[in-house]
């Protein structure tokens, strides 16, 4: 059997409390996440495109607005810039998008030319996770997890890619926790067996290979935030200087939170809250395995794959690294591969 594969990468935010805070917390007390001056309160939902958070926050109020930004992604709501150490992200910004598209391992040239730079979605099903504007890492105080903290699913788990320019929507299909019952929440299932296969499978505390994907090395960690201090000593003077004191307050803030969750609270790497989710990543791998009587049904677009027909019968695999988690920005980088099943045409 065939298998057209799909891959994609990119930074997504997470502006969730931490550790701590309860999960319910929306400002920020006495986790490593802070929501400033000039931003919405925090929402655990993972974002996937800017477009979706300037769609859902709009554009940053004029007061902290930065005339001095290095890209305009950052004048959406939310979105915070780093330091230019930190190029790889101040270039990107937030956004998932397919970076090959192969058949058996081989490149599919028409098809990669059609669909390199696509908008890749975990998106929203609210009957799955209730009030929240988008999916979230789910544990319920690691009662899925056999007590460790960061082993969360995501949840609900809805795939769906667009075309480069979002025009179209052209391939989607919903993962259920649970095949009998897709519509109950992670707290209605007991037990837990069937969130397991949703749950990470290896986890990476320091990880080269995704540290290598967003720029950075075990090198560069050791100043990694010591140059964010820095950048934001300059944001706020700057900021003073043209006459914007809420802006210079937000970076205030900011400079406040990264300066005591790295200088304060451990002198390496993995025993520093904020620095030790930098090179931390978390392996997935499930299948995606909505039907059509499940709401949204699985969808492809046939003319837009042609001449290639995607097996909707059977279950997708997906295969995601997630990770490198900025608790300043509330952003981390993700990459993975979608694999499809093909259909043997007769001759």
């Known amino acids: 059997m065939a298998t057209l594969s799909i891959s994609f990468e990119g930074f997504f935010q997470c502006r969730l409390a931490t550790d701590p805070d309860p999960s319910n917390e929306q400002r920020g007390l006495s986790g490593f996440t802070y929501s400033v001056a000039g931003e919405t309160l925090l929402d ?13 926050y709009g554009k940053k109020d004029e007061a902290f607005l930065d005339p001095l930004r290095s890209n305009p992604q950052f004048d959406i709501k939310n979105i915070r810039e780093a330091s230019p150490d930190f190029e790889v992200y101040n270039s990107r910004g937030i956004g998932i998008n397919v970076t090959s598209v192969k058949v058996d391992g081989e490149t599919a040239l028409d098809l990669e030319g059609k669909l390199k730079g696509g908008l890749c979605r975990f998106a929203n099903r609210p009957q799955s996770n209730g009030p929240f504007k988008g999916p979230i890492f789910e544990g319920r105080n690691q009662i899925t997890s056999d007590g460790d903290p960061d082993r969360f699913t995501v949840n609900p788990f809805l795939f769906t890619i667009s075309t480069p320019d979002d025009s179209k929507q052209v391939l989607s299909r919903f993962d259920p926790l649970s095949i009998k019952f897709p519509d109950y929440k992670l707290y209605q299932l007991f037990p837990n067996d069937e969130v397991d296969r949703r749950l990470p499978t290896q986890r990476f505390a320091l990880s080269n290979e995704g540290l290598a994907q967003i720029g950075q090395s075990q090198e560069s960690l050791n100043t990694f935030f010591q140059n964010r201090m820095n950048w934001l000593k300059g944001k ?5 200087a043209a006459k914007k004191p809420a802006l210079a307050e937000a970076y205030q803030s900011r400079l406040y939170a990264v300066n005591f969750f790295t200088q304060a609270t451990g002198p390496t790497v993995l025993a520093n809250r904020l620095l030790s989710r930098i090179p931390l990543r978390q392996l997935y791998n499930h299948t995606i395995r909505g039907t059509a009587a499940m709401a949204p049904p699985p969808f492809v677009d046939p003319g837009f794959f042609a001449p290639y027909v995607i097996d909707m019968d059977k279950e997708w695999e997906i295969l995601y690294y997630l990770g490198q988690y900025d608790g300043d920005l509330m952003a981390g980088w993700c990459s993975g591969t979608l694999d499809l099943p093909l259909k043997v045409l007769p001759s």
């Open 44 to 56: 655990p939902s993972i974002w996937s495109q800017a477009k979706d958070i300037e769609k859902a």
């Open 236 to 240: 706020i003077v700057e900021a003073e």
